[in-house]
């Protein structure tokens, strides 16, 4: 199976700030990299697909790169719900999908 | 609009049963799959397999093969995943999840069904 390696494992910002996040795949995954938002006690959201297409509906300030075996998620000024957990995953066949093990975004 | 309702929370003993209803509506049903995911308190998030709208087709993760049956009922466009032999560790939030199929990725997700296994 396809291993993910996200870091850091938490960070802490604060509101305007811009950071990021860094996903790493045990194998050449082509662009087949996904981001998920989630906040305490929901369901995940998708943010970025494809390892850079905005999901509709997803402000600009996230944004996604990379290719291969390294992918990044930036969010460039961060607002007080950007504040949450996220996820990388890798979605190259055949399956199992594999997530990475979370950032978690915290407030400085 | 694209819309997962989950069933309601479960607490079972050890070594029971339990299967998950996730009622999807807002789309065309065999156009996509349905994966699971489930996230232990505290843990991130572990998919356990996929299902086809389609066909019934799909695949589960290792760990879970030979524990898990899914399975649609496309009448009702409703999808169902049954864990079996429960232990203490699959105590869980379950989540069922609109998938785009091979090499692409899941958007709308259910709300999530708790599973506590506890005797």
């Known amino acids: 199976d396809i291993q993910m390696t996200q870091s850091p494992n938490s960070l802490s910002a604060s509101v305007g700030d811009s950071v990021t996040i860094t996903c790493r795949a045990s194998?050449?995954?082509?662009?087949?990299l996904n981001w998920y938002q989630q906040r305490p006690g929901k369901a995940p959201d998708l943010l970025i697909y494809s390892a850079s297409s905005l999901q509709s509906g997803v402000p600009s300030r996230f944004s996604g790169s990379g290719s291969g075996t390294d992918f990044t998620l930036t969010i460039s000024g961060l607002q007080p719900e950007d504040f949450a957990t996220y996820y990388c995953?890798?979605?190259?066949?055949?399956?199992?999908?594999?997530f990475g093990g979370g950032t978690k975004v915290q407030i400085k | 609009q694209v819309q997962l309702v989950q069933s309601g929370t479960e607490v079972k003993e050890p070594g029971a049963s339990v299967k998950v209803s996730c009622k999807t509506s807002?789309?065309?049903?065999?156009?996509?799959?349905i994966s699971w995911v489930r996230q232990a308190p505290g843990q991130g998030l572990e998919w356990m397999g996929w299902i086809s709208g389609y066909n019934g087709n799909g695949n589960q993760a290792q760990k879970f093969q030979g524990r898990v049956t899914m399975t649609i009922d496309t009448s009702t466009t409703t999808a169902y995943m049954e864990l079996r032999s429960l232990r203490s560790d699959d105590t869980a939030l379950y989540f069922c999840a609109r998938d785009h199929g091979e090499y692409a990725y899941i958007d709308y997700w259910g709300q999530g069904t708790l599973v506590t296994v506890s005797s």
């Open positions: 194998q050449n995954i082509r662009n087949y």
């Open positions: 807002g789309y065309t049903f065999t156009t996509y799959g």
């Open positions: 995953q890798q979605s190259y066949s055949p399956r199992p999908l594999t």
